[in-house]
C-alpha cells in the first residue's frame, strides 16, 4: 500500500483564521479530513506532520526517507523562501515529494517568487487552495503507479 506523508510548515496551524482572502477559510483540520477520506477511497496510507520549527521538520522528513514512506506531499510556507536545512534533508534520504502552496507564490511578493524546492520536486502546485492538496495527492498517486499522463 501506497503511503504519503502531508508535512506542512509554519503557520499553517492558523489556517481558517490566518489571513482568509489567501489562504482560505479551511483549517488545517478540515483539509486533513478531507484528505484522510480521499486516501480510504483510493486505498493508500496517509500520515499529516505540521510544525513551526524547522528542525522538527528536518527531523521528520529524515525519519520518512528511512522508514516506509513511499511519497511527501509538503507545503514547506514560510520555510520554501528560506530553508536550505529541509531542501537537504529531502536530498539526503531521496524522499520523492510533491510542493503545494495555497496561494499562488508568483503573484505574491518577489522575495516568495523563490522556491528552495521547486527544482527537486516531482512538481509543484501553486494557487488552487486547499483543493491543490487533493491534486497533489492524486499526482502522488499517479507517479507512484508511473501512470503520469502523456499527450
Known amino acids: 500500500m501506497l503511503q504519503v506523508l502531508v508535512l506542512n510548515g509554519p503557520n499553517l496551524n492558523l489556517l481558517g483564521s490566518r489571513e482568509p482572502d489567501k489562504y482560505g477559510t479551511l483549517s488545517l483540520s478540515d483539509i486533513q479530513d478531507g484528505l484522510t477520506s480521499l486516501a480510504g477511497k483510493l486505498d493508500i496510507g496517509i500520515e499529516f506532520y505540521q510544525s513551526n520549527s524547522e528542525g522538527a521538520l528536518v527531523d521528520r522528513v529524515q525519519q520518512a526517507g528511512l522508514g516506509s514512506v513511499d511519497i511527501a506531499i509538503v507545503n514547506p510556507a514560510a520555510y520554501t523562501h528560506t530553508s536550505v536545512a529541509l531542501r ?3 536530498l539526503g534520504v531521496s524522499l520523492p515529494f510533491i510542493e503545494v502552496h495555497l496561494s499562488n507564490i508568483y503573484k505574491r511578493e518577489a522575495f516568495r ?9 516531482i512538481g509543484t502546485i501553486a494557487g488552487f487552495g486547499a483543493a491543490g492538496y487533493a491534486m497533489a495527492l492524486d499526482a502522488a498517486v499517479n507517479y507512484h503507479k508511473e501512470q503520469l499522463p502523456t499527450f
Do not use: E, G, R, T
Request: glycine share 0%; charged share 15%; proline share 0%.
Open 113 to 121: 517568487h523563490h522556491s528552495y524546492f521547486s527544482d527537486i520536486a
Open 88 to 90: 537537504d534533508a529531502f
